[in-house]
C-alpha cells in the first residue's frame, strides 16, 4: 500500500504558489473542499487560475479566495452567486471563462484520462464556438475542446483510506472524481479516514492512483443554499 | 384567460411519455413534476448527478450532500442512482435523456433558443443549458409568451445570444401550445378563452394556423 495520509490541511497544501491553476470540486456549495480552500485563504498566493464549476456566496467556499482578491482568472459554467465576484468581473479585475457544465467535465476527465481534445455538440452556433475547430459527424455539427489540468487539484470526499481511495456521497460527488483525476497533485479532503483495508473496494468511487495527499478534513458546515421542505402531513 | 405557472406546468406533464427519463430546468420546468399524468413513469433527473429525484425533504430532514441543479435540496426515490458530472452529461449527450424541458428568453421560429446571457448586464452563465439543448431528442421551452415589456418572445430569429441552435420542438406559453416546424411555429392550442388574435398579435415570428384551433384541456 502506497500511503498518502497527510497530517493537517497545512501540509496538505503545502507547494501552493502564486499564479498556479487550481481545480475545486463541488456544484454549488456541495461536496466543497471547505477546509483547503479556507487554508488557502490564509496564505499570501495570489493571481491563481480557479477552475471550479461554480465560485462559491460571499464569505464561504470560493468566495473567500475571491474576497482576499487570490484570484485572477475564474473557469466555471454558472457564477455569481455573490455580490463581490460580481463587482470584481464587473470591473474587470477578474478574468471569467464561461464554458457549458458538461463541456466543463469532460474537459477534466479527458486531463486526467490522457486524451487531449475532444469533439461535443454543446455550444455548437453559440459564441461559445468562435475560434474552435467544426467538424460534421453523423450529419451533427461538433466543436473541438480540448483537455483540462491543473496543478493541484482539491476535492472532498465522504470517506477515504490511507491509500487514498474515495467514496462520495449523495450528489456530493459531482466534479470531484474528475477534478481528482486531472491534478498533478490532488489533495483530498474526507470526513472520515479509514486505514487501508476498511473500504471494500468494490464500493470505491475514485481509485486512490488519482490521490497524492488525503487528510481528514475538520468542523464541516456544509451551507445550504437552496433550503426547500415540503410540510408533513397529518 | 391566459395561464399562470401552474398550468402551463400542468399543460406539459400532458407530454410526458410513458417510461422516459426526463430532464427539468429551473422556474416553471420544476413545477413539472407536480403534475405526472395517472399511468406515466418517468424517472428525473438532475445534471448535477442524480437520478430518480423525489419531492422536497420533509422539514428537518434535509440532507446538504442531496441537491438538485438548483441547489434546493431534495430526496431519492426508490431505483435512483447517483453519479459524477462527466456519467451525468453522458447521459444528455448520449441522447439516454429523452426531455428536456426548460426555461427561455426568445425563441426563434427555425427552433433557436436564448437562454443564458443578456448583453451588458451581469452574466452568470449558461450552466448545463448548453449541453442539454444540444442533444436532448425532444426540447420543450416554458414560459410566457412576452416578456415584462409586452414584447414578443417568438421571433423570427432570436435578437440575445443563442444557447443552441434548432432544437426547440414544441413551446408552452400562457397563451398557447406552438410547435416548431420547418416552416415555423404552428399554433396546435390556445389557452381556454384566449382568441387566435390575440396569440397572432403576441407573436411576432412566423405564424402558421391550419382551421380551427382547440382549446387546451388543463
Known sequence: MINKKVKDVAEAIDGVKSNMTLMFGGFGLSGIPENCIKELSKKEIFNLTCISNNAGVDNFGLGLLLKKRQVDRMISSYVGENAEFERQMLSGELKVDLIPQGTLAERCRAGGAGIPAFFTPAGFGTEVAFGKEVRIFDGKAHILE??????????????????????????ARNFNPLMAMAGKITVAEVEELLPAGELDPNHVHTPGIFVQRIFKGELYEKRIEQLTTRKREE | MSLDKNQIAKRIAQELKHNTYVNLGIGIPTLVANYIPNGI??????????????????????????????????????????????????????????????GA?????????????????????????????????????????????????????????????????????????????????????????????????????????????PEMKI
Open chain 2, 41 to 102: 413513469d418517468v424517472e428525473f433527473q438532475s445534471e448535477n448527478g442524480v437520478l430518480g429525484m423525489g419531492p422536497f425533504p420533509f422539514e428537518g430532514e434535509e440532507d446538504p450532500d442531496l441537491i438538485n441543479a438548483g441547489k434546493q435540496t431534495i430526496t431519492t426515490l426508490a431505483g435512483a442512482a447517483l453519479f459524477d458530472s462527466a456519467t451525468s452529461f453522458a447521459m444528455i449527450r448520449g441522447r439516454h435523456v429523452e426531455l428536456t424541458v426548460l
Open chain 1, 146 to 171: 480540448t483537455a483540462l489540468t491543473s496543478d493541484f487539484a482539491f476535492v472532498k470526499a465522504w470517506k477515504g483510506d490511507e491509500a487514498g481511495n474515495l467514496i462520495f456521497k449523495g450528489s
Open chain 2, 105 to 213: 428568453m426568445e425563441v426563434a421560429s427555425n427552433g433557436d433558443i436564448a437562454n443564458w446571457k443578456i448583453p451588458k448586464k451581469m452574466v452568470k452563465g449558461m450552466g448545463g443549458a448548453m449541453d442539454l439543448v444540444a442533444s436532448a431528442e425532444n426540447i420543450i421551452v416554458a414560459m410566457m409568451h412576452t416578456n415584462k415589456k409586452g414584447k414578443s418572445k417568438l421571433l423570427n430569429k432570436c435578437t440575445l445570444p443563442i444557447t443552441g441552435v434548432s432544437c426547440v420542438k414544441k413551446i408552452v406559453t400562457n397563451l398557447a401550445v406552438i410547435e416548431v416546424t420547418k416552416k415555423g411555429f404552428k399554433l396546435l392550442e390556445r389557452a381556454p378563452g384566449v382568441s387566435v388574435d390575440h396569440i397572432i398579435k403576441a407573436t411576432e415570428g412566423n405564424l402558421i394556423i391550419n382551421g380551427e384551433v
